[in-house]
């Protein structure tokens, strides 16, 4: 049960509020991975797990149900956690969302490297047989009139819903994750990245340099869209890469032309550690999305036979 060796304190905005927010990680005995909200009084440890994933519908992950006390946004601080080996700890936080920082896990891993990781492996969750979910079991949760409006969005803007996750086995030894994006903005278009997480320095070295720094993307034009509407308030162009109107171009500079993707990758590593251990197994995301990742896992563990949960090396 790698918990960290001190308490973590770290600032920043919401990206939805934009509001304020702090939040101290702090070692735990206790395993898992659980969020408070220090700012309401009488609320109980949030588990951050697959099975509490609230609302995905904000192109975010949220924990804790939505009228109740929950927490926005935890993909790249549960991505982080993942990278640095931590399985247990409490994180703190007065507000709703995590601080979105400069869009990536890259922060969240250098203050949690900074104080060091106790000795320990996290468990492995061995993928033994083939499981697939589609964008449109998405859709089937979904109430009637939000169905009809993505439908009609889609047709608009000439999307498909074709996108699937499927988790399937390898080795055993590793998640492997390969994620495509499919775009119609040119400056994105068609983009895949892959990663191979085996626990060795190489692999986490990997993600450090290639992966973690990968920012979250959106249209320009949509923030003043969402800013009315109560999201997308602490999005600026050191967190967000804004493309532009003509869908060409990026307003602020991309440290790869394929940011895009690698930040899928970040995304998809986050959500799998809601599993609450690594996930060995082969991860293939086309144009994945947070509500896909999360309902790969609740289909995983709906049968035994499909996985093994292996706590020693
Ligand atoms: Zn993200």
Request: proline share 3%; glycine share 8%; no cysteine.
């Given at each position: 049960m790698p918990t960290l060796?001190?308490?973590?304190?770290?600032?920043?905005?919401?990206?939805?509020?934009g509001l304020p927010v702090n939040i101290v990680v702090k070692p735990s005995e206790k395993n898992g991975i659980f969020m408070k909200r220090v700012d309401m009084t009488g609320t109980?440890?949030?588990?951050?797990?697959?099975?509490?994933?609230?609302?995905?519908?904000?192109r975010n992950t949220t924990i804790g149900k939505m009228n109740a006390a929950h927490?926005?946004?935890?993909?790249?601080?549960?991505?982080?956690?993942?990278?640095?080996?931590?399985?247990?700890?409490?994180?703190?936080?007065?507000?709703?969302?995590?601080?979105?920082?400069?869009?990536?896990a890259s922060e969240f891993i250098k203050a949690f490297n900074a104080v060091g990781v106790t000795d320990g492996d996290l468990k492995r969750i061995v993928v033994k047989q083939e499981v697939i979910v589609y964008a449109k079991d998405v859709l089937k949760e979904l109430p009637k009139f939000v169905r009809f409006k993505i439908w009609v969005m889609n047709k608009l803007m000439g999307r498909k819903s074709d996108g699937f996750v499927?988790?399937?086995?390898?080795?055993?030894?590793?998640?492997?994750?390969?994620?495509?994006?499919?775009?119609?903005?040119?400056?994105?278009?068609?983009?895949?990245?892959?990663?191979?997480?085996?626990g060795t320095k190489k692999s986490i070295n990997d993600f450090v340099k290639?992966?973690?720094?990968?920012?979250?993307?959106?249209?320009?034009?949509?923030?003043e869209y969402l800013k009315k509407r109560g999201m997308g308030r602490g999005a600026n162009e050191?967190?967000?890469?804004?493309?532009?109107d003509a869908g060409d171009g990026t307003l602020n500079k991309l440290i790869w032309p394929d940011e895009f993707v690698r930040h899928k990758i970040i995304d998809a590593i986050g959500d799998m550690f809601t599993s609450g251990g690594i996930i060995c197994g082969k991860l293939e995301s086309y144009k994945g999305s947070h509500a896909l990742n999360n309902l790969v896992l609740k289909k995983l563990f709906s049968d035994a036979k499909n996985y093994d949960i292996v706590t020693k090396k």
């Open positions: 060796k001190k308490q973590v304190k770290i600032s920043g905005v919401g990206i939805h509020s109980d440890l949030i588990p951050a797990t697959y099975d509490n994933v609230g609302e995905t519908k904000m927490v926005q946004t935890i993909e790249h601080l549960m991505a982080a956690l993942f990278m640095v080996g931590v399985d247990s700890a409490i994180v703190e936080i007065d507000g709703a969302e995590t601080p979105i920082l400069d869009g990536s499927k988790l399937s086995p390898n080795d055993g030894k590793s998640l492997d994750v390969s994620a495509t994006l499919v775009y119609s903005e040119k400056i994105i278009g068609k983009q895949s990245f892959s990663y191979s997480y085996d290639n992966i973690a720094r990968a920012r979250t993307f959106g249209k320009y034009s949509e923030w050191g967190n967000v890469i804004a493309l532009n």
